[in-house]
């Protein structure tokens, strides 16, 4: 397996958790503390802290720290990485969607030229 597949792995295996999918969205809207980030989910901070870790494993997230406070902040390129492989696949899936409509729609014409 090649360095960008286990990338894109570790990525997809991170994401597929509900409770990360929920940070990284709270992330988009800029750096935030361990801290509050860990409010609004019913777990503990220990808890919310072993996400951030898979998280930052699959280099989704960076960490800094300043004092004893600890700040992260969302990193875009291994989710440009998921919408890189995915698009190949709407592609896909728009091309076969626009072929069953076109085949609809010759059928309609073709009931409606019947006797």
Same mark, same amino acid.
């Given at each position: 397996?090649?360095?960008?597949? /286990?990338?894109?792995?570790? !990525?997809?295996? !991170?994401?597929?958790?509900? &409770? ?14 361990? &801290? ?7 777990? /503990? ?18 960490? !800094? ?10 990193? !875009? ?8 492989? &995915? ?6 899936? &728009? ?21």
């Amino acid at each position: 397996m090649n360095v960008a597949m /286990s990338n894109l792995d570790l !990525a997809f295996a !991170a994401l597929a958790d509900p &409770t990360r999918r929920r940070i990284v969205a709270k992330l988009t809207r800029g750096e935030t503390r361990v &801290t509050d980030l860990a409010l609004p989910f019913d777990m /503990s901070l220990n808890a919310v802290s072993k996400h951030i870790k898979v998280l930052e494993g699959a280099g989704l997230v960076r960490r !800094a720290r300043v004092g004893r406070e600890h700040y992260l902040r969302l990193r !875009a390129q291994p989710l440009r990485e998921v919408a890189r492989w &995915t698009s190949q696949y709407e592609r896909f899936w &728009t091309q076969r969607l626009d072929a069953l409509g076109e085949f609809l729609n010759q059928q309609k014409e073709s009931d409606n030229d019947g006797p």
